[in-house]
């Protein structure tokens, strides 16, 4: 079974940092594209990052110079380094992937979504 595993939600102070982490295993040949999405309460799922294989990364405005996305092929592991955090940033976080498993299906997965709240 193929699956995105994250980690690294939490609560946070206004303008603290914290890194999320999201792993890809199962039966994969290659990982595409990855990226994060989140959804805060009564609104749609927004784009925050995405990268590609590459290396090549865009953002959404609202967290330009704020967050950082990076990723490791090998482990087929991206991350999102999140700093100078704001309360609109609270949101459930969503780890997004696309490929092709080892049987030359192509993949379109999600993660469970971790929590990131944003509160003094």
């Known amino acids: 079974q193929v699956q995105l595993v994250e980690s690294g939600g939490g609560l946070v102070q206004p303008g603290g940092s914290l890194r999320l982490s999201c792993a890809a295993s199962g039966s994969i040949f290659s990982i595409n594209a990855m990226g994060w999405y989140r959804q805060a309460p009564g609104k749609e799922r927004e784009l925050v990052a995405r990268i590609t294989r590459g290396g090549i990364s865009n953002y959404a405005d609202s967290v330009k110079g704020r967050f950082t996305i990076s990723r490791d092929n090998a482990k087929n592991t991206v991350y999102l380094q999140m700093n100078s955090l704001k309360p609109e940033d609270t949101a459930v976080y969503y780890c997004?992937?696309?490929?092709?498993?080892?049987?030359?299906?192509?993949?379109?997965?999600w993660g469970q979504g971790t929590t990131v709240t944003v509160s003094s």
């Open positions: 997004n992937a696309g490929g092709i498993s080892v049987t030359w299906r192509s993949l379109e997965l």
